[in-house]
């Protein structure tokens, strides 16, 4: 199905690595209900109040509304070429509590086509993560602190279950949950650092295998995308945020996907 183009990446005047500049003036989200003045507070700051704001915001979704907007994100996804040209596909499995987009038709596709697909699974506090193969989806079950489902670390036969670092696969897609974004491809977690430090690893696998790192693509309720994410120097952009009303494009190689998709 063809997805729906956002506003071109020409018109995005700052590459995200760009954005992270030292005015906090520029992260103040905008559109939300508050007033912060920027100059006195610090990001770590910002970022709670910006994920309180769309936290309120998710609050107010319905179950229907975010059925249907899971429904539109997952056709534009379906329909974005580079997502239709993987082999190797890095996924999140949502989480109903979190409010966040549902992955389940995205992840049933993906296993469909044969494509080979990897899901993260937490391993302490310190913000690392793994990202295991899934074959089936049978073996999926909630595990503690986060109730999130994840796969056990080996196969039904005892074997160790693939994970992306240690096979040094290189991801060609990795669809990214997040509490916020904007279209400048800033993104917001959940204050684990889950991610941010996930993508760097991929980057740097990708840059010692000679590959192109992972397109990094975050799927998001109209909720979450607001005018500004305030952005520490770890945080690592999106190149698109798929919404149900448009594929922002935020990097040029998001703008490249988007193109090829016509
Ligand atoms: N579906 C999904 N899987 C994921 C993540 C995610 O955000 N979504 N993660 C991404 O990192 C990692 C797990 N990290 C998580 C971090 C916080 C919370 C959470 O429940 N946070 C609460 C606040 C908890 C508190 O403040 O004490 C919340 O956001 O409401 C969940 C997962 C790995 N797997
Ligand atoms: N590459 C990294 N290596 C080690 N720690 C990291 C890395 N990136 C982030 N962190 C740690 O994670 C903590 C939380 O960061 P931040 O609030 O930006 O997370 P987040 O983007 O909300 O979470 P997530 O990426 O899991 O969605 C930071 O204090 C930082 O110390």
Redesign the pocket.
Known sequence: MQAAVGRSFQNISANCQDLRISSLAKFVPINCGFVANAMTTDVRQLKQQTRKHI?QGLQSLTAEQMAHESARITAHVLGLRPYVGSKMIGI????KK?R?VDTTQILEDAMRQGKKCYV?V?EDSKSN?KFLHLDELSCLRRVPP?N?QEPPDTYVDGSPRQDVLQCRTCLDVLLV?G?GFDRAGRRL????G??DKMISQLQHLAIEEGRQPPLIVALSYEAQLVSAVPMDKHDQPVDLVVTASDVVQCTKRGADAVMEMR
């Not at 999140?92 to 989480?95: G, K, Q, R």
């Not at 977690?189 to 684990?192: Q, S």
């Open positions: 936290k999140y499995l949502h989480c979190l966040e993260p937490v993560m986060f999130i949950p509490l977690g959940r204050g684990g889950y991610y």
